[in-house]
C-alpha cells in the first residue's frame, strides 16, 4: 500500500528494492554472466567483512574492530565445539566465513538505498546448497556407506521402518529448500514491511505519518535482530548437519 503518483502509479514500490539491474553486461557463450548490483554487494560485503578482520587484528594493542572480531570468532567456535565438538574444528572456517558473509549482508542490507543479497533465494539457495552437499560428502567420506545408517534411527519397530526410512530421506533431502527459504523469506518480508511503512508516511504527511514512522523505527529495530538471528540459525543447523555427517548422531 504505497503512496500514489500523479499518473496513478505507486509512488514507493516495495518490491523495486529487490531488482537485479545489470550493470556490465556479459554474455558467455550464450550465458548471461553479467555483474549486477546483487553481485556489487556481494563484492561489497566480502570486501567489508575482510576490512573487518585483517584491519583489526592488525594491531598490537585491541581496538574496537579486533574486539568485534574477536567477540564472532569466539561465539562461533564456543557454538561448534558444543554442537560438533572437537572432531569439527576442521570445519570452524568454513561455518565462520558463511555466518560473518550472511550476517555482514544482512546488516549492509538495512543501509538506505543499498541491496540485500540474501532476500533472493537464487543467493540463499547456492549457500544452502554448498552446505548440504559438503555436509553429505564429509558423511561419506569418513562413514562409507555406513553413512545411509542416517535415514534408519535405531529402536524404531520394523513394522515402521519403511515409513521412517522414508520420512527420513525425505527430511534429508529437504535441508536445503528449508534452510535457503528461511533466511529469504524473512528478509524480504521484513524489508518489503519496511518500504510498505515508508510508503503511509509519505502519503500521509507530516501530521498523520508519525504512526507509521513509528513503527518504522520499531520495525528496523526488529530487522536488525532478525539480521542477526537469521545468520545464527543457518551456522546452527549448518553445525547440526555436520554432526550429523561426523558423529552419525540420530
Given amino acids: 500500500m504505497a ?7 505507486l509512488a514507493l514500490d516495495p518490491m523495486h ?6 550493470l556490465f553486461p556479459i554474455n558467455i557463450g550464450g550465458i548471461d554472466a553479467s555483474f549486477t548490483n546483487a553481485s556489487l554487494w556481494m563484492v561489497i560485503v566480502v570486501l567489508a567483512v575482510s576490512a573487518l578482520l585483517l584491519t583489526g587484528s592488525s594491531k598490537l594493542i585491541p581496538g574496537r574492530l579486533q574486539s568485534v572480531g574477536e567477540l564472532a570468532y569466539e561465539f562461533i567456535a564456543n557454538m561448534m565445539r558444543d554442537i560438533v565438538g572437537e572432531s569439527g574444528r576442521v570445519f570452524f572456517p568454513f561455518v565462520f566465513t558463511l555466518f560473518m558473509f550472511i550476517l555482514a549482508a544482512n546488516m549492509l542490507g538495512m543501509i538506505p ?14 549457500l544452502a546448497l554448498v552446505v548440504f552437499i559438503g555436509a553429505t560428502v564429509v558423511g561419506f567420506i569418513k562413514h562409507g556407506v555406513g553413512y545411509l545408517k542416517l535415514f534408519v534411527p535405531h529402536g524404531v519397530p520394523a ?3 519403511p515409513l521412517i ?3 527420513e ?3 534429508y533431502f529437504s535441508r536445503p529448500i528449508s534452510l535457503s527459504v528461511r533466511l529469504f523469506a524473512n528478509m524480504m518480508a521484513g524489508h518489503t514491511m519496511l518500504k510498505v511503512f515508508a510508503g503511509f508516511v509519505v502519503a500521509m504527511g507530516v501530521l498523520g505519518g508519525w504512526i507509521p514512522l513509528a513503527m518504522m523505527v520499531a520495525l528496523t ?7 542477526f538471528l537469521q545468520a ?3 551456522a546452527v543447523l549448518t553445525c547440526i548437519y555436520l554432526n550429523d555427517a561426523i558423529n552419525m548422531h540420530h
Wanted: proline residues 0%; charged residues 10%.
Fill in 159 to 161: 513394522a515402521m521402518l
Fill in 221 to 227: 529495530g526488529l530487522e536488525i535482530l532478525v539480521a
Fill in 165 to 167: 526410512t522414508v520420512i
Fill in 232 to 234: 545464527y540459525v543457518f
Fill in 3 to 9: 503512496a500514489q503518483n500523479g499518473e496513478g502509479g
Fill in 113 to 126: 538505498y543499498s541491496f540485500t543479497v540474501t532476500s533472493h533465494i537464487i543467493v540463499t539457495l547456492a
Fill in 17 to 22: 528494492q529487490f531488482e537485479i539491474k545489470r
Fill in 169 to 171: 530421506v525425505i527430511s
